[in-house]
C-alpha cells in the first residue's frame, strides 16, 4: 500500500474510532477531561508516526496499542487519586452505566484491565486482543480468565452465599 493511502487509512480509522478510543482511556483515567486529552494524545502520535505501520490490516491494533501506552504514561505522570465522589460526577455524561463493575476493574493489574477492556468493552477477538498485547493468545485466555475470577470476586463481595 502507499505511504500517502496509509496515512489516509490511518486518519480514517482514529477518526472512526475515537469514541472507542475514549471508551477506552476513560477505563484507564476514569475522568472525562482526563481521556479526551489521551484521546488527543493519541491521536497526534499515531497520525505523526504513521509511517511505522506496514500494513493496513495492523492500524486497530496499533492504536490500541497507542492509546492503552499513553493512558499508562499519563497515569504514571500524574500519580492522582480521583475521588469517588468526582467518578461518580463524571461518570453521569458518560455511556457506561454499570458503576460497580467500572469499580471493580481497579482491582485488575494494567494488562488484566486491558484484556477486559477490549474484550468487553471493545469487542475484540483473543487473537485481535494478542496482537495488541503482543501475547499468545493462551496467554491471553488465560489473564482473561484470571481477570473474570477477580472481578467475580470483588462484585459478590458481602454477598450471601447461597451455594452451600
Known amino acids: 500500500m502507499r505511504k500517502e493511502a496509509l496515512q ?6 482514529v477518526l ?4 472507542a478510543m475514549y471508551r477506552l482511556a476513560y477505563t484507564y483515567v ?9 484521546v488527543q494524545e493519541s491521536a497526534y502520535k499515531a497520525i505523526k508516526h504513521a509511517a511505522c ?3 493496513e490490516a495492523y492500524i486497530k491494533t496499533w492504536l490500541w496499542r497507542i492509546v492503552m501506552n499513553t493512558a499508562i504514561d499519563f497515569i504514571r505522570k500524574n500519580q492522582k487519586e480521583i475521588a469517588v465522589d468526582a467518578f461518580y460526577e463524571d461518570v453521569r455524561e458518560d455511556s457506561y452505566q454499570d458503576f460497580d463493575t467500572i469499580e471493580a476493574l481497579e482491582v485488575l493489574t494494567e494488562k488484566e484491565k ?4 477490549l474484550r468487553f468493552f471493545e469487542d475484540q477477538k483473543i487473537s485481535e486482543i494478542a496482537k495488541v498485547l503482543h501475547e499468545n493468545t493462551n496467554t491471553v485466555k488465560t489473564i482473561l480468565y484470571r481477570s473474570l475470577k477477580k472481578l467475580r470476586l470483588k462484585l459478590t463481595e458481602g454477598e450471601p452465599d447461597y451455594e452451600r
Open 16 to 19: 472512526d474510532s475515537y469514541e
Open 30 to 38: 476514569r475522568r472525562e477531561e482526563d481521556a479526551l486529552d489521551i
Open 8 to 13: 489516509k487509512k490511518i486518519e480514517e480509522t
Open 114 to 117: 486491558a484484556v477486559v477492556v
Open 53 to 55: 505501520v506496514k500494513q
